[in-house]
């Protein structure tokens, strides 16, 4: 049985993306699995009674180390924040490349506390800060000084010790540059060292917490339960900064879906599923459901996609105890047919990334052709013809096509970005100034002003001479050469419009980092928490890798 | 140090700054991205061009041929770089191509070894007395090696260099007999008892 990739027109609209859950695909779990048997070290750990000082931590494999410096800062109350336009952080941290020497810690230690302002090297690879939860932290020193555990259900509430503002990679602030490591096997696979840094901060923040209990009371204080520990994750603020990433890095982006359509359309090919499978398919759904009630968010959209999704999910689960059986041929495949007729896309989705819990012989080999060499598509086949330029935008953005952006309504935003900051922001073009600074992330529209140009001109003249006059739709005319070779690359949807929802692309991005714990605060920013329930860096030889649902 | 992820994107930015779309700015940042990488002085002059554009008399070359001449005027570096990498596949078999005044050629140069790639094939690039050879987008030999700023070019020369060897058949000779000297004589025994040994090819 031959199942084809879904539909891009489906797949690539915001509300599907949107509807994206975390899987075997994730990075974060994909990281755990790539670096189970490196060997894991607390170098150093010079910290003072509250918990200030210098850390390192590290994982080696051969001749190849990863070092996590950490500094521990004093922070006024008053000066504690998560949005981006802070300048002060409790914790800030960057990845060296190798073992770093006292030099190296003692340039870092001016460098990184300073984040955005401060100035990396190429032996440096990632770069994040981190703030307290206070009144977390606080109960849990306060506890253990005391020789009890903390209040588990206060923990499992919030979910972690700190929570990261940002984590920079790619060059950013003088960091090193992909180039200069992308043929390394053990980084195959996107983001992979972001996730090395946020994972190694977790074990970062529990030992720091053990270690001012201990100062504080040395004789009775005890240490933070392994369990305990294994239940928090590190928690992370996310804004607009993470949505024209996706817009920007279209053969990227391609990659992640890609490999998350072949996966379920193989898995929809399996002819006969074994009970093991089946099982496992079943448990690792039933138990998810504590995940999502584990939810808070105070934004209506949000609260009516989670409840849909619930009442969804525990449907489903009634269906294949009463009504399903696998005990027939492709039933991944009948069982995604009902889906699609029966349920709301966050469910199908979230179904989608189930399917794919049993099947690692499917799902790993996928993982490794994840990242992308961008450069090799960035020159324009000019040699190519107007008619075959129009073919292709015909073909692969019939829905754009019938978008009419005369109407208010479809034109009415503009991506820009600010200038205190440099992070991106979308902003009303009717009401704010700034319109004539738009970044180029509004490809619905571009892509409609290049069709139409294109049908004035001739059909056998050739893109080189089609741009010659034409080099104000340069960027969309690229985009369109790439969409032909890769169907996902682009959003099927007008990311200017009135109906956009920017957290649909927050939540495509953090999907596939693997993010647990959504906590939407509005639709244009979020909480999330990472690795929560992930094994310890001394379990991680021997664990579980369905730790998600445990 | 900057890295060249930092060098591209403002490279970028600050060419829209100047007025170029944002399809150009990408192609410039690329470029200057692509100069830095070999050790050529890209952020120098684009920093010098873009602040300067406004005083320069600058003509916009769109359609590339044999000769390109300006008057009284110099050629955008970056007009005239986009449309000769956007027009190489039809300017591959010109013998030679000429251009008098670019402004900021030094701008102009990664187009043309981006262009190197695209044919296949390398290109000679010579600005005045500078000279520059394109190898393939992979590295330039050139006899320039200043970080200096070079505000303009009066004679501009492209010369698309044939793929032929660079050596004669004779000295291809020479050293091949050498490497034969790695080989071993097969004796009888050894070609009977070698692989394919004893079948006939005509079954």
């Excluded at chain 1, 994040?128 to 020789?147: D, P, T």
């Excluded at chain 2, 008399?57 to 007009?79: G, R």
């Amino acid at each position: 049985m031959n199942i084809p990739l879904r539909n891009p027109n489906v797949v690539m609209k915001l509300s599907r993306l949107g509807s994206f859950h975390q899987s075997r695909l994730s990075f974060l779990r994909s990281f755990l699995k790539e670096f189970k048997d490196w060997e894991y070290k607390r170098d150093l750990f010079d910290l003072n009674e509250h918990g200030h000082g210098t850390a390192v931590f590290s994982f080696k494999k051969k001749n190849r180390v990863y070092s996590l410096i950490c500094f521990a800062n004093e922070l006024d109350e008053n000066e504690r924040s998560d949005r981006v336009i802070a300048t002060k952080w409790d914790t800030a941290f960057t990845l060296f490349d190798g073992v770093p020497t006292k030099l190296d810690i003692e340039r870092l230690k001016n460098e990184v506390p300073k984040q955005e302002i401060g100035r990396l090297s190429y032996k440096e690879l990632t770069l994040s800060r981190a703030n307290k939860s206070v009144r977390v932290f606080n109960h849990v020193v306060e506890s253990l000084s005391n020789g009890v555990q903390p209040d588990k259900e206060l923990l499992a509430k919030v979910g972690y010790l700190y929570r990261t503002t940002a984590v920079y990679g790619s060059g950013k602030f003088g960091l090193a540059d992909r180039f200069r490591i992308k043929n390394r096997e053990e980084i195959y696979g996107p983001f992979r060292l972001e996730m090395m840094l946020v994972y190694l901060v977790r074990q970062f923040t529990f030992d720091q917490v053990n270690h001012v209990a201990k100062n504080r009371n040395p004789k009775k204080a005890v240490n933070l339960d392994p369990e305990i520990c294994k239940s928090l994750g590190i928690g992370n603020s996310t804004g607009l900064g993470m949505a024209p990433f996706i817009v920007n890095h279209p053969t990227l982006l391609n990659n992640w879906i890609y490999a998350r359509e072949v996966s379920l359309k193989k898995i929809r090919e399996i002819k006969n599923v074994s009970t093991s499978e089946s099982n496992l398919f079943k448990d690792c759904l039933k138990k998810s459901i504590k995940n999502i009630t584990s939810w808070n968010t105070e934004s209506e959209y949000q609260i009516k996609k989670i409840k849909s999704l619930l009442k969804d999910l525990n449907k489903f689960i009634l269906f294949l105890d009463n009504e399903f059986s696998f005990n027939q041929e492709y039933p991944f495949n009948k069982l995604y047919e009902h889906l699609e007729v029966k349920y709301e896309e966050e469910c199908i989705e979230y179904a989608v990334s189930m399917m794919m819990e049993p099947y690692d012989n499917i799902v790993a080999p996928l993982i490794k052709e994840m990242s992308s060499e961008e450069d090799k598509y960035f020159n324009i086949p000019t040699e190519r013809t107007v008619f075959e330029l129009k073919t292709i935008l015909e073909n692969k953005y019939s829905e754009i096509l019938k978008i009419d952006f005369k109407k208010k309504e479809n034109n009415l935003n503009f991506w820009f970005i600010s200038k205190n900051k440099e992070e991106p922001r979308l902003a009303n073009r009717f009401d704010e100034n700034g319109s004539d600074l738009e970044q180029p992330l509004a490809i619905a529209r571009d892509i409609k002003k290049l069709y139409d140009t294109l049908s004035a001109a001739k059909n056998s003249s050739t893109i080189a001479i089609f741009l010659s006059n034409n080099n104000n739709l340069r960027h969309v005319i690229r985009r369109a050469f790439i969409v032909e070779k890769f169907p996902y690359s682009e959003i099927q949807d007008n990311t200017i419009g009135q109906e956009i929802v920017p957290i649909d692309m927050l939540r495509l991005k953090l999907s596939f980092f693997g993010a647990l714990k959504f906590d939407p605060r509005s639709d244009k920013w979020l909480r999330i928490c990472m690795f929560q329930g992930a094994p310890l860096p001394e379990q991680l030889k021997n664990y579980d890798e369905h730790w998600v649902y445990n | 140090m900057k890295s060249l992820s930092e060098i591209d994107t403002v490279s970028k930015r600050s060419s829209r700054a100047a007025g170029y779309s944002w399809g150009i700015a990408e192609e410039v940042g690329k470029n200057v991205r692509l100069l830095e990488f070999f050790s050529l002085p890209g952020i120098k002059n684009l920093n010098s061009f873009l602040n300067n554009k406004k005083n320069i008399k600058l003509e916009n070359l769109s359609l590339i041929t044999e000769d390109n001449k300006t008057n009284n005027s110099q050629y955008c570096p970056v007009i005239a770089g986009v449309n000769f990498l956007d027009q190489i596949k039809s300017l591959e078999n010109l013998s030679e191509i000429n251009f008098k005044n670019i402004a900021y050629p030094i701008l102009f140069l990664p187009f043309v070894s981006r262009a190197s790639e695209i044919v296949g094939k390398r290109i000679l690039l010579k600005l005045d007395e500078k000279e520059f050879v394109m190898n393939f987008n992979n590295c330039i030999y050139s006899n320039f090696s200043k970080q200096e700023i070079v505000k303009t070019a009066e004679r501009v020369s492209i010369k698309i260099i044939k793929n032929e060897d660079s050596f004669t058949e004779t000295e291809w000779k020479e050293l091949y007999k050498l490497s034969e000297e790695t080989f071993v004589e097969e004796n009888e025994s050894l070609k009977n008892s070698g692989a394919g040994a004893g079948l006939t090819d005509n079954d």
